[in-house]
Each structure stands twice: as C-alpha cells, then as structure tokens.
C-alpha cells in the first residue's frame, strides 16, 4: 500500500533530507511539496542533487488539494507551524519537525519562544517524537512533534540513567558540539564558510538555548521531580553532525549497563563497548547513534558521548521513523541506509 | 534469488563503500570479507560506522571458502591483484576495482604500472567497466575491470563528444579536482589532515598519472586514430568527489547535443540544462554523474564539467551496477541512494 | 616618519586584513576607519580578532576630518568608490580596491561593469597597481588601481610568458580554484558553510568573469595585439587562496626560464624548481606567490601554476606594497610575515 | 644586538611555527637548524612555505657548532628531549618545548610518562614556562620548559579563580576542543584528512591525557592542596587552535572579575566583555588569548570559555615570549602580528 505524502517547508535542509529519505523509501510517495518563496520552482532548481527524482513542482501551502494525502510532514519555522497544522483536515496525519508542539505547557512554551501558543488544543493532542521512548503513543497519535536534534542527542544520552536512578540529578552537565546544517539554510554571518571555517564557539552560553526547555521537560517528568542541566552547545565547522559529551556523577559501569539495557533491542542505537569513544562522523548520513561511557579517574564519575546526524536522526530520519509507526509500516522502513564515511 | 558476495580488501574505503552498498542490496549477501594485516578483526572496530551490520570476521583470502560464492569483489592493489584473481576458481564471477584489467595491451600496462603483467590472459578477457559503454560485454563476462575514478569522470564528460566528432580530438585539455578519499586510507604526510585542510595542489603535472593509459586506450578507440589528452589532476580538500573540468574546440551547442542524446535514457547520467554548472557536493555518497557544459566567449571553444563521487560511481557504485548485470539483476538494484546533500 | 592611514570599508574582508598588516607596519598609523552601516561600532565588534588594536571607532566617511590623512585606502564596492575617491581631496594618495579603476578604456568598464563610469578622468590618471609590473608609474601616482585577486594570479603566471614570446598567444587557458573569502563578507546562500564544505564548482563558465578586462587590457598592451585568453573560474572550500592552472603551448624550457628571469629579483615571487608544483597552502596569510612550469608529454605544450593569498598578496598586501612606494617606504615594509602553515 | 638561535627538532610543526616568528624577529637570527631523519635537506624542501627565508641547511644535532649558540629552542620528542639537553652546554639557554621537563615531581613524570626521568637534575632547575605567571622565574632561568598546548589554555582560563578562591575546587570540569596540529606531522590514521573531516571525536576519555600532570601540579601548588580537575579533549576538524569550556561552580561576577584583575596588564590575553563567547578563529596565528564568562541558569555555575592557536601561544610563540624574557629583550618582539582572520 502507497502512502501519499505532502512536505510543507520542502525547501530547507530538513525538507531536502525527508525527499532524499522518502526517494528510497517502500511504501510512501511525495504527492505534494509546498515552499511560498519557492513556489513555481522546480524542487532540482532548488535542491539540484535531487535532480534525478520524478517529484511534483513547488508550490504554496494553499495550492495543495489536501484529499488524497495521508501524512503531511510540516517542515515549518516554529510559530507559522502551529498556524498552518491548526488549519489541516483532521483526517490527516501530522510529524512536526517544529519546535511548536514538543513542550506540553503552554507557560513554557511562551517562555522559550516568546509568544504564546496559538493552537493550546493540539498542543496538548500532540505526542513527543522521541520514537524509542514514546512509541506507543506514536503508533496510535495524529499529531507528532518531532524532538530539537541537540534535545535528541542529549536524551538518547541521559533518559537511561535517570530513569534506573544511576546518577545525581542535581549535577548533570551537556557540553554539545553542533554542525552547521542544524541552523538552516538561512543567511547569517556566522554561518558563512569564511566565518566558521576552522573555527569553533560556544553559543547560547548560559542555559538560554531553547532545546532546554525540552530537557526540563522529559527528565523532570521521568525522575518526577524538577531537573534542570547545564548545558552548552558549540558550533562546529562540520555540516552534518551533533556529538554530546555529558558529564555525570555516577558509576561508570551502572551508567554502562543502564544504557545497554534500555537500548539492546533498539535498531538505531548502538552503545559501544565500555570506554570505547563514538565519532560523528561514524553516524553522517544515516538513522543511526552511538552512544559510549567511560569511567573518570576521579571515583563516581562518568562521561556519556553521544552522536547522530542532526539531519537524520535528529530531524527528518526520526520524522519518517514517526511516520512509519503511524502509518501502520515497518518503524525501519527506507531508513537503513549505513552512515557515510568517509 | 540471493547471491553470495566476497569482498576481498575489505579494509580499505572502496571495501568500505561496497558494505555500505550492499548492505541495503535486495539481492545481495555478503558471505566473506577479507583483509590480509587486520585479518581476525571485526568489520566494526576497522570501520565504526558499519557496527550496526551482522558481516563476517575478517580473513585471509586463504580462509575463505569459495565454494559458496558467486561474485567476488576484489579491492586489492594494483599487482596483487592479478596475483589473487588468478587463482580464483574459474565459475566465479570477478569485478575488479584495481588498475590491473583496464588497459588491453601489455606494453601499456607495463609502461603506466612499472612492471609486466602477471596474468596476461586474463587480462585479454577482462571487460572494461565503464558500464555506460560496455553495458552487453559486461552482462556476459566473468571478469570485470573496474575503471579509474578520474578516468570514468573524464570519459563521461568526453566519449560522446569524440564519438560523435564535434570536438578536435589534438587540443583536448582535462583539469581535474579531486578528494582526499581517492588516495585511500593510506598513510601519507600530504594527506593529513593539517596538510590538505585549507590546501589545494595540482599533482602528476605534465601528463605522469596512470590514468592517462585509460584515456589514450578509450578515446583512441572510439576515435579510430590515436587521441591524447591533456590531463592535470589536482587535489583539493574534500573527502569525496571528483570534478572535472575539460577544455575543448567545438561547438558548445553541438557537444551540449552530444551528451545530451548519448545519455537521454541513462538512469545515472544527468546532463544539465545549457550553461548551468554542476557542483561536486550534488553528487556525494550517490552513484550519480552530473555533467554541464558552457559556450566560451571565444567561438568554437566549449567547456565541459563533469563531477561524481569518487567512492561510489567512481569505483564501488560502478562496481555494484556491473555486478548487477553480471548476475541478472536489474542494474540500478541498491544504487538508487540519492545524494547527501548538504 | 608616521604616515596617518584612513580606511574607507574596513568592515570587509580586505578591509580587516588592511588593519592587519598596518598593526605591525613600522610606519603607518591608522588614523581612520569607515563603514557606513556599521558606523558607530568598535572594530572589535565587527572582528574579534582585531581586539588588542588600540583602533579608531568606525565612522561615516563624512565623519572624517582628511586634514592629517597622508594616504585613503578605500575599501569599497565598485561604482561606490569612483564616487567616493572622486570627493576626496587632491593632495590625498588614494590606493583603490574596487575595480572601478582597473580598466582604462570607459567603454570596457561599461561592458563588464555594466553602466557608465562617474570618473573618467580619474579613470585616465590611475595607475594599474600589480606592483611588479608599474613599479616605477606607482612612485609617482596618486591614484594606483589594485588588480583583481583572479587578475593578479593569472597575470604573474603568464605576463613574462607573453612579454618574452614564449607561448602561443591564442591558445592560452587558465583554469583558478578560487578561496571562498574572494567573495567578501557577503550573505549568499552559496557561500553558506554547510553549501560551499565538501564543494566544488565552477562559475562565470564561458568567459563572463569581470577579471576578464583585465587580463584583455594587460595581455594585449604586453602582446601589441589583441589576446583573449579563455578563463574558467572555481570555488573551491577554502577561505583564503587563489590556485591557477595555466595551460600554454611553448617549450617548457622556455617557459620556466622567462618566469625564473622575470622575477629573479623580485622578494615576493618565487618560482619553483622546474617540475615542481606550488601548494595553496605554502603562501596562506601572506604577501607570497608561488609558481611552478612543469612540462606536458605532448612536446610543444606547458603547465604553470601559480598561486597566493587572495586578501594578502591578491588585495591589502598588494595595495600596502603600493602604498609603500607611493610613500617612500621600502616597498616590503610591514609584508615579509612568513606564510601561515599548517 | 642580535641573539644567534638554534631550533633542535626543527621538521615538527613546533619547529617550523619557530622559524616562523623568528622571521620577523628584530633581534633573533637563526644560526642553526636540526632534524635527524631530514639531516642534509633544506628546510624549503621539508616546509615549502618558507623559501622566501634564507636559512642554514638541516643537519644532525651532532653537526652544530654549539660555540656560538645563545638559545636554543628543543622541539624534540619527550624522552629524547632530555637525552638532548643534558648534553648541551651549560652556558647556553634552552626552552624546551617537550614534556620532559614541565613537571617538578619524578615520581609523576614517571606516572604519566611511563618511564623514569633521565635527567632529575634538570627537572629540578626547570622553570615552568607559563610566562605570564612565571615571568620572573624564567627572566633568570637557564631551562625553560614549556607548558602543554592543552595545559596552557586550561591554566589560563582557571589558574586566577582558584588563586583567587571563586570556585569549588573539588567540581572543576574542562571539556577541550583541539585542532589537529597540536598531535604534529605524525602519520597516523585518524589524522588523515579523510577520517577528520567532518568528524569530531573524544579521545584519552576518563582522565587519562598526559597533560593532566601539569594540571595537577599547578592547580594543587596554587591551591595549596590537592586539586584535580576532570578534563576531556575532543579532536576537532580544524588545523589550529584550543577551545577550552570550564565548567565551574562559583559566581560568574566573581569569576569574571577575577580574570579581568588577573590579565588587566597582559598584553595577550583578552578578558571579553561578561557574557560575551570567543570564537578559535579570532586568534588563530597569533599569540593572543581570548578568554570569555557567562553565567548559567542555575546560581552559583559559570562557564570559562578560553581559546588559543596550539602552534602559537599553545607552544612556540609561548617559547619566543620566554626566549624573548631570558635574552632581555621586550617580552613581546616579534610576537604582535595580528590573528589571520578569516
């Protein structure tokens, strides 16, 4: 059976990645891609390495005839996604790659973000993307919000441990490394090939990053009480790639062994052998993250590093590892593709 | 129908990028990987990003046992492979990435490599690997050469052009930018890191690299008459992809013309609109070729760029679309990957 | 003696490597610094790197007081500096960066620039500024014209080549991998990191490269007749360096002596032994160029490859070496910093 | 008056970044240059970079005339390094650039270099070569012995807040992000441009990096206990600099303060405006530091960002600062060019 599926917001790089993912995938087809500065092109003049694929022209959200679609991947800046996904046939499933519908409370939304939140009812409908831990939920939602790819990244490092209660909550640190690519395709100066070639700076030092509020979120809720991390993003000069490295006061080999229990049935996650470091390049291009530990000199101290592809496993892979659970499709269909390297 | 695969010099990146390849194949299964020094090793501690696979351990050549397979690729070096495939039995089928099968006549050989062939007679069978222009020798043959990644470059941007007579075959001028990753996991100062980053520098100047053999055998043949080019092979910092840029007398509409009717029904061959520049990133981790051409200023003069991944259609993607045919299967099966881009 | 230095545009690229070299001149004191949009901002705002500077606020141009200014480096796009410098007062020397006073035939500036000129008269009194070559007009000017950086580094691999008769005067090709920080500080989506990282691509195919007006006016005023040389530029993922690869029919020999003997005395030009080929790198933040001859296997035919920093020797470096003569400095003064390798 | 200068070790990075600097140095002459396995070539072979420079042949340790010799610059391996100076003359000064003498402690030389000291008595006369907390020391010293790349931006960034007592000593964590060239011209596989690029890894995860001796020492002597940090570098895809983020528990007004009192006289190192983040770039080829503070979320954290070029401030420029102190010229000679950005 043939999924038909429309891409709103095609023209970024999370776009770009669902057509290259979808290209290969089984069962699902692109019957629409919508982009309102772009509309009228053809998606190769946009995205020329996607020249060879057979896909529908450019155009704007309005122009799409919504009946025959089943899922719609919306790709969308945050604030204009709530306002589009609230005007959607009800009968169309929704992944979110928006930050619009991952924070449950409303206060914290407008917190981070700024404004308040113009669709509170779907805000509250909608179910976290972080397939591993909320598939269940998934399978059955209609709206899915697809998790920040540094909160991703951070997650798949720290749910485990304080889930099986393996570190103090109170002092949990995520340095993160972050590629290019994460911040879009949008013209900044800092994000020009002079500017951050051979170059490396923290940003959003502080705890003012908004993926915070995605962390405050999720592990308060899974230690039931409030958690608040540190946590500093860099911006590295690499395209693909996010590289977590957290520092945690616990027993490096319970911190092993409760990351190697949570993940040892999962597909995508790889955790290494006990004080074996991941590369990110070892995950470019593909679904996949690996995740390591290694015991600190000090006694009751560990390192947790974990790296995925931003893209991919951060964004536009776990939106179609979403999309197959909802559409009733195997979870790893079209996303077995080995990570690129070198 | 499954068929059993042997990579023999699993180790090195085109070894690498035909796992990579294979491991999303439909038809293929790979039975046994060979990799004399690191012999004993898993496939995940040589390359990380390849541990979510179930592969075999790697052996010595003299450890496997043939008798179960049906296709083995050799990604040996130059030498030592004519010395392997030699002695493999003869009702297995062969592809070759090595240089050891691409040039016809002995003396060629011997005056690019350095030393005379060792299997001569194998080396009369072998068909040259170029599938776009081989495509009935290679359905039929037991051993496939592999061609050269500048040499499969250059010729796509040149053969039909000299075929169809619309550029002077003396004045024939190949500038040609390549990635890092063509060398090979080889240790060498100028492909370190702190040496190439940042660096770029023409190599083999004045008509030395080996590539040329593949060039003046192909291009004297279509032509019926000696050819040679003018060839120049730089290195720039990149890990994949090759870009080449030839200079030719003729009429730009009618070497536009020429690509464009030599490649209208090829899956993998993408001729750009006139005047519009391929870029190399289109292409990365793809099988596909993506070829442009330009009027000069100056009348009669044309420019033609042509660019691919060098790990893929440039030697292990050509590998597995050649294989695909030696074993009956449809010739694009696992090839179909679009490009990462960004 | 003090010369007092006003920059017109130093938050660009050329501007910031300006303050570069002069914050180590013996003799140049910025006593000026302009840009428009940024007027009002400390220099370390606009470059960190520049922060240990005791610098001028940036101001308007009208801000300025030229009373005490011996010397105006300005800065500017093009068809603003004409009108600019035409405002200036007389007695001030003027080192233009633009191309606004490159050429000296109106009617070619209105071809490659595409309107008319506001200065013509200035126009005829600018001295072209490839210091090696109008070393003397350049003592006495007040108005010297910098080259363009592509300009630069086709010129000092082929004017000795054409002043000594040596190559074919219609048959001359220059293929130039060009750094990505040519392009200057502007937003393009195609100088974005994660587009131009693992990139290569050429553009202005075909002959429509600006620099081309160069190349024609100095080439045929060498020759005494007309030369169209054809000229395919690339963009290569670097941030500082010019590489060109040109392709010329004349004895190598001959060709290496010509450059050897023209450039015998002078500091900044080193040319290789014979067969050797320059990298990018070995010139990265300095004033040097690098050239190489090697000869092709069809006799008769050469390759020269010259490279240099695009916004040291290709822009500021060159326009301090001018400044210095213009001011009775030695001409090498604040420029004998070594290249920057790794 | 000019300072005769040998460089021992002279075909390393370290060496050449020297040669570098010495270029433009008022008063240092390079009289001899050593490099065992390249004994007999010219320096413009190994580092092409400097052939504009006139500089005496590499030859073998055992071949300088050490007669006329004031300083010496060691750049040789540890171990081999003090092999090396225990022979040299007692009159002439020495900096080495080894670890072989940055730690008082045999004991710990032993522990962290897995070998016992060959030369105890020089170890004790070393003096620790961080010059701006040395300065006095090193001002008479014979034997300098300079300070890891990795230590360096480490101690800059934290020795002023324990000295001043405005953070927890006991949960001091640095998360370090190096460039490649601080491992040097060495061949090995995941230098090689294929395997760095676009890739970021942690390495000697745990507390097991060697420069955590100088760490020890230095924090506990200032301390007047015991201190010991948690510290994991990262392998960046850059060629030069150090990113250092200091994860400490104090007051960020505290700790800002203390810096800024700290470095007010130092003419290299840059306490940004509070809040503000250096990015590697900014002092990349210069040896200048940028150190920034930042304020977390949670009261009572801050974040210490510190960032250095390896080669330059991280070593060899560190040594010229030294050299400069102990042959009584001004500390800064030949060390104020600015950073070369982009």
Same mark, same amino acid.
């Given at each position: 059976?043939?999924?038909?599926?429309?891409?709103?917001?095609?023209?970024?790089?999370t776009?770009?990645?669902l057509?290259?993912?979808?290209?290969?995938?089984p069962?699902?087809?692109?019957?629409?891609?919508?982009a309102?500065r772009?509309a009228?092109?053809?998606?190769?003049?946009v995205?020329p390495?996607?020249?060879?694929?057979?896909?529908?022209?450019?155009?704007?959200?309005?122009?799409i005839?919504?009946?025959?679609i089943d899922?719609?991947f919306?790709a969308?800046?945050?604030?204009?996604?709530?306002?589009?996904?609230?005007?959607?046939?009800?009968?169309?499933?929704?992944?979110?790659?928006?930050?619009?519908?991952?924070?449950?409370?409303?206060?914290?939304?407008?917190?981070?973000?700024?404004? @308040? =939140?113009?669709? !509170?009812?779907?805000?509250?409908?909608? *179910?976290?993307?972080?397939?591993?831990?909320?598939? /269940?939920e998934?399978?059955?939602?209609?709206?899915?919000?697809?998790?920040?790819?540094?909160?991703?990244?951070?997650?798949f490092?720290?749910?485990p441990?304080?889930?099986a209660?393996?570190v103090?909550?109170?002092?949990?640190?995520?340095?993160?490394?972050?590629?290019?690519?994460?911040?879009?395709?949008?013209?900044?100066?800092?994000?020009?090939?002079?500017?951050l070639?051979?170059?490396?700076?923290g940003?959003?030092?502080?705890?003012?990053?908004?993926?915070?509020?995605e962390?405050?979120?999720e592990?308060?809720?899974i230690?039931?009480?409030?958690?608040?991390?540190?946590?500093? @993003? =860099?911006?590295? !000069?690499?395209?693909?790639?996010?590289? *977590?490295?957290?520092y945690?006061?616990?027993?490096? /080999?319970?911190?092993?062994?409760a990351?190697?229990k949570?993940?040892?049935?999962?597909?995508?996650?790889?955790?290494?052998p006990?004080?074996?470091?991941?590369s990110?390049?070892?995950?470019?291009?593909?679904?996949?993250?690996?995740?390591?530990?290694?015991?600190?000199?000090?006694?009751?101290?560990?390192?947790v590093?974990?790296?995925?592809?931003?893209?991919?496993?951060?964004?536009?892979?776990?939106?179609?590892?979403?999309?197959?659970?909802?559409?009733?499709?195997?979870?790893?269909?079209?996303?077995?593709?080995?990570?690129v390297?070198?």
């Amino acid at each position: 059976m043939t999924h038909n599926i429309a891409i709103l917001g095609a023209s970024g790089y999370t776009g770009a990645e669902l057509v290259r993912l979808i290209a290969t995938h089984p069962t699902m087809r692109i019957a629409a891609l919508s982009a309102d500065r772009k509309a009228g092109m053809e998606m190769a003049e946009v995205y020329p390495h996607l020249r060879h694929l057979d896909l529908p022209r450019l155009v704007t959200i309005e122009e799409i005839d919504f009946a025959g679609i089943d899922l719609v991947f919306c790709a969308l800046p945050h604030a204009t996604s709530q306002a589009v996904i609230k005007e959607l046939p009800r009968d169309i499933k929704v992944v979110d790659l928006s930050a619009d519908f991952r924070l449950r409370d409303p206060a914290e939304y407008q917190k981070w973000y700024g404004q @308040p =939140h113009a669709a !509170p009812d779907l805000q509250k409908e909608a *179910v976290y993307g972080l397939t591993e831990f909320y598939r /269940d939920e998934i399978r059955g939602a209609r709206l899915v919000a697809g998790t920040g790819c540094n909160a991703a990244t951070g997650q798949f490092a720290l749910r485990p441990l304080i889930a099986a209660g393996v570190v103090d909550l109170d002092d949990i640190i995520v340095d993160l490394k972050a590629a290019a690519s994460g911040a879009g395709r949008s013209l900044k100066e800092h994000l020009l090939f002079s500017e951050l070639f051979e170059n490396v700076m923290g940003y959003a030092l502080g705890g003012t990053h908004r993926h915070l509020g995605e962390f405050d979120q999720e592990f308060s809720k899974i230690a039931g009480r409030k958690v608040e991390i540190q946590f500093t @993003p =860099h911006l590295i !000069p690499a395209t693909r790639g996010i590289l *977590v490295t957290a520092y945690v006061k616990g027993e490096a /080999d319970a911190v092993h062994g409760a990351l190697a229990k949570a993940y040892a049935e999962e597909t995508f996650i790889e955790v290494l052998p006990m004080g074996k470091a991941p590369s990110m390049k070892d995950v470019r291009g593909s679904n996949f993250c690996h995740i390591g530990v290694a015991a600190d000199r000090r006694p009751g101290r560990a390192i947790v590093v974990a790296t995925l592809d931003n893209l991919t496993k951060g964004s536009s892979g776990q939106a179609v590892q979403n999309a197959n659970l909802m559409l009733g499709e195997p979870e790893t269909a079209g996303l077995m593709g080995a990570p690129v390297f070198p």
